[in-house]
């Protein structure tokens, strides 16, 4: 049975609210759209944005106008300038009807998510932040790097049941064949050991490591021989000093980065698992505030209890003061607002024609065991992979 809505959305819903009365009751005016407005324009230009702006039509572009602007081009997820460029006066002319269509559609995909008593993390791909719950309160917050567009990060709902230290990176195969193989050929098998990395004979437990001056890097290549490489712990491991597993059939999970730089650009960057920016402030919490002292490698420790993780796709998401608008990076808003159903409280009908048409956009309480989902938050009898598919 369901606890009640989580506390995601019942802040979208007041924030619906609080976007109808702030944005929506505006003078629906059409401003032409084919220039750039600032200081300089016509003042019966100006004075038409003045009003479609909810401004007197007299003052020009002044100061109280600019901070207008900067603040529609701040919710609204543009460039924020306070200049009402060509893609600020298209928003404007595109009125306030489909951004709240967006938050009626992001308030859909909030009501999947499980209300639940004790801890929970739940990131978010589309804005990639990532949040820490005990009950239905914040206790912490921290942006993630999560998956590029053609490689995006799949909704999912899982539990983090252990960490492991000091992690070796099993490099995925398409990565050894298209970055690693054609390095190695054209400055040589030492680059192997330059960036710490081991050619092994299998996907065992216990592989032979193999000479690369002996591997036919041409094949590896070319796609026609498979090499399971790996990258050493330590240093520059792409995977930090630590990940966090939630076992599920896609391999998605959290773990820590080198390289920090990345979180200073656009966060989309991954291969489709979440990167964290401060993994030991997440694994302190997760451990109770003792995160455990570990030596070795590959050394796997069990948190003291699952924490569910709840991986999401927002594209709309509540703020003090109302709601911010996310692009829309990996496409699936526009998915589901074409095909005529554009959101509500009711999960829409076309989630499942959405599903078939985004790869590996979803998993559902069908990769929790029966056992688990009561922990998780999620009725035991819940149809696998059915709760959780809104995308």
């Known amino acids: 049975m369901r606890r009640g809505p989580h506390a995601l959305e019942r802040a979208l819903r007041v924030s619906l609210s609080t976007y109808q ?83 009626r559609l992001n308030i859909d995909r909030a009501s999947l998510l499980p209300r639940t008593k004790g801890r929970s993390v739940l990131i978010d791909a589309g804005s990639a932040r990532l949040w820490m719950y005990e009950g239905d309160r914040v206790v912490g ?24 230290s000091n992690p070796y990176w099993n490099v995925p195969p398409d ?28 996907w065992s437990d216990n592989p032979q490591v193999l000479d690369p ?58 291969s489709g698992c979440v990167r964290l920016w401060d993994a030991s402030r997440l694994g302190r919490w997760l451990f109770n505030g003792n995160l455990p002292v570990v030596r070795g490698n590959d050394v796997r420790t069990d948190l003291p209890t699952p924490v569910p993780v709840y991986i999401g796709y ?18 699936r808003d526009a998915l589901i607002m074409s095909s005529g159903r554009p959101g509500g409280t009711e999960r829409p009908a076309a989630t499942r024609l959405a599903v078939r048409r985004v790869p590996r956009a979803i998993a559902g309480p069908s990769f929790l065991p029966r056992k688990d989902r009561k922990v998780a938050g999620i009725s035991p009898d819940a149809p696998g992979g059915d709760r959780g598919l809104q995308i």
């Open 175 to 202: 990565l050894v064949r298209d970055r690693i193989a054609p390095v190695v050929l054209k400055k040589g098998p030492g680059y192997m050991s330059e960036r710490r990395f081991e050619a092994l004979s299998d």
């Open 314 to 331: 927002f594209t709309a998401f509540p703020v003090k003061d109302g709601v911010r608008f996310f692009p829309d990076v990996y496409g």
């Open 21 to 103: 009365r702030r944005w929506g009751t505006l003078p629906r005016l059409q401003i032409d759209a084919r220039a750039d407005l600032g200081p300089n324009a016509r003042p019966d230009a100006v004075g038409l944005l003045r009003e479609r702006l909810g401004l007197p039509r007299q003052g020009g572009y002044d100061a109280t106008l600019t901070a207008r602007v900067r603040d529609f081009q701040q919710v609204h997820a543009l460039p924020v300038s306070g200049l009402a460029d060509r893609a600020t006066l298209a928003a404007l002319n595109a009125g306030p009807d489909p951004y709240i269509s967006k938050i």
């Open 213 to 270: 001056a002996n591997i036919d890097w041409r094949r590896v290549k070319a796609g026609t021989l498979p090499l399971r490489v790996r990258q050493l712990p330590g240093g520059e491991n792409m995977m930090g000093a630590i990940k966090f597993m939630s076992p599920n059939p896609l391999g998605i999970y959290l773990h820590d980065t080198p390289a920090k730089d990345l979180f200073a650009t656009g966060r989309h960057y991954s």
């Open 141 to 164: 917050t921290m942006p993630v790097l999560v998956g590029k567009k053609e490689m995006s990060t799949p909704v999912l709902f899982g539990l983090i049941r252990y960490t492991v």
